[in-house]
């Protein structure tokens, strides 16, 4: 199975300069970035598949960036998002990590050494969650259940009783999943819902 390498993160600010010079201070920094000024731009452009990372505004014209990671979120669940604001609140810092899912929250002006751990942490992210998605793909909706209770720790008399079906159903769905994943074992199992390569 061949993911596309996750090499570009994309920037997004209403100041054109800013969003320029925050996607050169990446590229300086091993990180190769994009900048954007127009949150459709961005979107029109997610369908390359090789964006893991999106350090987005909060405050922009068109639209704020809690919108825009809705539906980026919608677009592309796999992609990294890192919040960054000139007016930071107590109430936006916990909306872009518990709500919206990013990773960080930061203030401008923006701190490098900050803002690049905080984009490499959400490359690694967007890479596991590609993994798992390209992994759990194939599956039938009833054999991702019994995959995500087997990773867990259940056992096939548990998932027979939480899914409300037989143990033999569950051991058929089992030999599914592994023949779909190729995996030697629970171990190898609970390697891939983790998004590590085996």
Same mark, same amino acid.
């Given at each position: $199975? !061949?993911?596309? @390498?996750?090499?570009?993160? /994309? +920037? ?19 990180l ?5 000024s ?7 452009a ?10 987005s ?11 825009f ?14 919040? $960054? !604001?000139?007016? @930071?609140?107590?109430?936006? /810092? +916990? ?12 203030e401008k ?6 803002l ?7 490359l690694d992210?967007s ?7 390209a ?28 899914l ?11 030999? /599914?999943?592994?023949?779909?994943t190729?995996?030697n ?14």
């Amino acid at each position: $199975m !061949t993911m596309p @390498p996750l090499l570009r993160v /994309a +920037v997004l600010d209403d100041d054109d300069d800013l969003a320029a010079t925050v996607a050169r201070l990446l590229s300086r920094n091993a990180l190769p970035a994009s900048a954007f000024s127009v949150p459709h731009s961005l979107l029109d452009a997610l369908p390359s598949g090789d964006f893991g990372c999106v350090v987005s505004d909060i405050q922009m014209g068109e639209v704020d960036g809690f919108t825009f990671a809705e539906t980026l979120r919608a677009a592309d669940p796999c992609v990294a998002l890192v919040f $960054m !604001t000139a007016w @930071p609140t107590t109430t936006h /810092a +916990v909306d872009a990590v518990r709500r919206y899912g990013g990773l960080d929250y930061l203030e401008k002006p923006i701190d490098e050494a900050r803002l690049i751990a905080a984009v490499r942490e959400g490359l690694d992210w967007s890479g596991r969650e590609r993994r798992i998605a390209a992994i759990t793909q194939s599956f039938t909706r009833r054999e991702r259940e019994v995959f995500d209770l087997l990773v867990r720790g259940h056992s096939n008399k548990e998932i027979a009783e939480r899914l409300s079906i037989s143990a033999r159903t569950v051991e058929d769905h089992r030999a /599914a999943i592994v023949t779909k994943t190729r995996a030697n074992g629970l171990s190898q199992l609970i390697a891939l819902s983790r998004g590590e390569e085996v």
